[in-house]
């Protein structure tokens, strides 16, 4: 906003700046020499409110200008009636929020803002405050990022040795409970080393973070073969590549599997690819392909019981789910779990089929395809969004035990987690 919108500098040092208005609101106030309460200091603040658009003006040190309009400046006011600081929650009542807020003079105390409006409510505002939630476009989109979880997708050839962690460390260590989180949501898998001998493993890294999220399989589940499976994953045969629960609209984040026993002739490998880098691929070299895998919508089901729990789960869906920016954000991927049911334009059937398979060949493919054996003690732990999984057939007649146990964490909980360590981390 330009600096005409300000009125000139006064050079003597303001222990109280205070502006009257009427309710044409043509004045403005100069808010000098205060301190934020980072490492950076910001002085010498004029401050005002344009008529045309109410809103408060603010000129810092650096001769950055933040505009904030003042409807939100009262929306978000940090008094104990308007905001309660336990729960950190806003507790104004909108039904009787008006939206035309007018001031009636702002002063400056200490590090903060006050802001005394025309209904009597007097509001303040900490500098640092204000400074962290800019309108400018360029801060909003900093914030924006500063809160979206990088990652780097890989193939076989860069992806050849999986990062690991101590079972123990991360139980233990908070630093270390941070870094695999970290190094999980950026790479999608990590393995974990030393897990004690016994079922029940995965409950407890899964309670470390958060809480298991249950689902109709319930909190921890074991992967066997057995008579009358009910689930193909409990056969001794060929796991072909693919997402866990894909019919569920909002499906678990993170799979835990742990190694319980492992089948100990050839067989039994688990099998991962980064289904992040196949949509990439796709959308690099084969454009059309990639459009079809993200606006064409199929269904996911899954009919059956298990413990006696019946289900039967139907989510519409395509392979490839972006956000409104374009990032990747799903796979949605099972060979089971497809239903028949297409509800699709007919003409676009053959098309689609010749796009899944693309992906599924790139996806089997030795380039992108890793392969390895658990021991016991392992827990594989991958994003469940984004890595397909599987595993090559094993024994024959159910001759031969492999068992491990899974349980899921959902993204939400472990990013909080994340930012609660660091904040904890940074803190200490």
Not at 66 to 85: G, H, K, T
Not at 183 to 209: D, E, F, M
Not at 291 to 318: M, R, Y
């Amino acid at each position: 906003m330009a600096a005409k919108y300000f009125i000139r500098n006064i050079t003597a040092c303001l222990s109280r700046a205070t502006i009257s208005s009427h309710n044409t609101m043509k004045q403005f106030s100069l808010i000098t020499n205060f301190l934020l309460t980072n490492r950076r200091v910001f002085t010498a603040c004029p401050a005002g409110i344009e008529e045309k658009c109410n809103r408060l003006i603010v000129q810092w040190k650096e001769n950055l200008i933040d505009e904030y309009p003042l409807v939100w400046l009262r929306d978000n006011c940090q008094c104990s009636a308007c905001f309660d600081q336990s729960s950190q929650s806003r507790t104004i009542n909108f039904s009787h929020f008006q939206l035309n807020q007018t001031m009636r003079h702002l002063t400056i105390h200490n590090n903060n803002l006050e802001v005394h409006w025309e209904d009597g409510h007097k509001s303040a505002y900490d500098f640092k405050w204000l400074r962290q939630r800019s309108f400018h476009h360029t801060e909003q989109q900093n914030w924006l990022k500063s809160n979206k979880a990088p990652y780097n997708t890989w193939d076989a050839d860069c992806f050849k040795k999986i990062p690991v962690f101590d079972f123990k460390a991360v139980m233990q260590e908070d630093n270390i409970l941070l870094d695999w989180l970290e190094t999980l949501g950026v790479w999608g898998v990590c393995l974990i080393k030393n897990a004690p001998h016994g079922l029940g493993q995965v409950g407890s890294l899964a309670r470390r973070v958060a809480f298991v999220r249950k689902t109709h399989y319930g909190e921890e589940f074991s992967v066997q073969a057995k008579a009358d499976a009910t689930n193909v994953a409990y056969t001794q045969g060929h796991l072909q590549l693919h997402t866990d629960l894909p019919y569920y609209e909002y499906k678990p984040g993170i799979n835990l599997l742990h190694c319980h026993i492992q089948y100990s002739g050839n067989g039994g490998d688990s099998l991962l690819t980064d289904g992040f880098k196949i949509a990439e691929k796709l959308r690099e070299k084969d454009p059309e392909t990639y459009k079809c895998l993200v606006e064409t919508k199929v269904t996911w089901s899954d009919i059956g019981q298990e413990n006696g729990n019946h289900f039967h789960k139907i989510h519409h869906a395509p392979v490839i789910c972006e956000s409104d920016d374009g990032t990747i954000r799903r796979i949605n991927y099972s060979q089971p779990q497809r239903d028949s049911h297409m509800a699709v334009p007919i003409d676009q059937v053959e098309i689609w089929y010749r796009a899944l398979k693309k992906f599924y060949d790139l996806a089997t493919d030795a380039s992108y395809l890793i392969e390895f054996k658990l021991k016991p003690g392992e827990i594989v732990t991958f994003d469940n969004l984004r890595i397909l999984h599987g595993r090559t057939a094993f024994g024959d007649n159910l001759k031969g035990e492999r068992h491990v146990q899974g349980a899921y964490l959902d993204w939400d909980e472990v990013r909080s987690r994340i930012r609660v360590l660091k904040t904890k981390l940074l803190v200490n």
